[in-house]
Nanobody, 117 residues
Framework: QMQLVESGGGLVQPGGSLRLSCAAS????????MGWHRQAPGKQRELVAR???????YYADSVKGRFTISRDNAKNTVYLQMNNLKPEDTAVYYC???????????WGQGTQVTVSS
C-alpha cells in the first residue's frame, strides 16, 4: 500500500506561483503513471496533468503553458509547478499514482490552492 502526502498549497494572488509536491512512501520508479487532479467546489474532479512511465506528458488545455509536472525518482516525489495562477485554478489538488500489476490507484489527501487578491 503506497501512501501519498501532498504539500505546497496555500493562498496566492493572481499571477503568482506555487509548487506542489507529492511524496510517495514507496518507489515511483516503475509507476505506470503519476498525475495531479483538482476539484473545485461544486465541480467534478478533473485531471490537470499526468506523466506516464513512457509516452508524452498530458496537460489539460486550461493549464497548458502555465503548469509543469515533473518527477524525481530518487526522492519518490512528483511535482506540479504552477505559474501565472488564475482565480479559476482555485481547488483542492490531489496527487495520483497508478502502479503495479494488476494496476492499483493511490490518492493523496489533497492540498488546497486558493488564488485570490
Amino acid at each position: 500500500q503506497m501512501q501519498l502526502v501532498e504539500s505546497g498549497g496555500g493562498l496566492v494572488q493572481p499571477g503568482g506561483s506555487l509548487r506542489l509536491s507529492c511524496a510517495a512512501s514507496g518507489s515511483i520508479a516503475r509507476a505506470n503513471a503519476m498525475g495531479w487532479h483538482r476539484q473545485a467546489p461544486g465541480k467534478q474532479r478533473e485531471l490537470v496533468a499526468r506523466i506516464p512511465a513512457n509516452g508524452y506528458i498530458y496537460y489539460a488545455d486550461s493549464v497548458k503553458g502555465r503548469f509543469t509536472i515533473s518527477r524525481d525518482n530518487a526522492k519518490n516525489t512528483v511535482y506540479l509547478q504552477m505559474n501565472n495562477l488564475k482565480p479559476e485554478d482555485t481547488a483542492v489538488y490531489y496527487c495520483h499514482v497508478n502502479s503495479g500489476w494488476p494496476p492499483s490507484d493511490y490518492w493523496g489527501q489533497g492540498t488546497q490552492v486558493t488564488v485570490s487578491s
